[in-house]
């Protein structure tokens, strides 16, 4: 017993910095996949804001998902596209891969959860530029569109984020699925072009996924999360 509150008291000696670290750590372990792509990112990032316009060109084209390279090195453009960021920046996509990617993978397991994001990365760029090289077959699309950019982490994001339709309960999972397939199908009502129809692919692959969430326990109650949200509030006042 002696040993006991030793040890309880020393861990309340610690100083506040170390508690937060501790913190920090725990839940940082419980999600590795997403913090490690999120890693890669930044530094990505960083090696495009620290190099003239005409190399980051000439990096970020070497790793295009576009008709060219989906012909001549697919494995290499799919895996390589999906490290690199388009728009938004890093800060924006950290705060969505905590929202999206974090309860994902915790709830589904790394393994389960990469999948989802893969299937609907691989799947959408496949669809869309599927479409855009119809459109170039028709004429709707100039010849050089072969070689369009087109990288970056949006399909899977857009796939994991339909998959957590299935963690959420009824009857507010009708309510989060017809807001996703809202949001992605304005896209394409709005914009028309292929990138869209990327999204709006990669929705739908994720809500496809609905095999590998089956035997998952656990389940969020949006509104169970509000009013426990709202008494820790009040309580603190």
Known sequence: MAGSTSRDSGA??????SRAAHAVCAYVRRAPGT???????LVTTQVIRHVDPVTADRILERRSTNLHHLQVSPVRVLVTSA???AGGGWAVY???????HVPAERWLGTLRWISVAM????????LSEGVLGWAIHRGLAPPKAVYTLD???????????AVLTYLIVRPWRGLYALGVLV????????SRDYTSVGHFS???IGFACYPLTRDRPGSFDPVAFARAGWRRVRGRR
């Open 119 to 126: 299937l609907a990365h691989v799947g959408a760029t496949y």
């Open 12 to 17: 309340h000696r610690r100083p506040r910095w």
């Open 202 to 204: 990669a929705a739908l």
């Open 35 to 41: 913090y490690t792509w999120l890693a890669i990112l």
């Open 94 to 100: 950290f705060l969505l891969y905590n929202l999206f």
């Open 83 to 85: 490290l690199w960021i």
């Open 183 to 190: 949001v992605y199908g304005l896209g394409v009502q709005q």
């Open 151 to 161: 990288y970056g982490v949006s399909y899977a994001l857009a796939g994991v984020v």
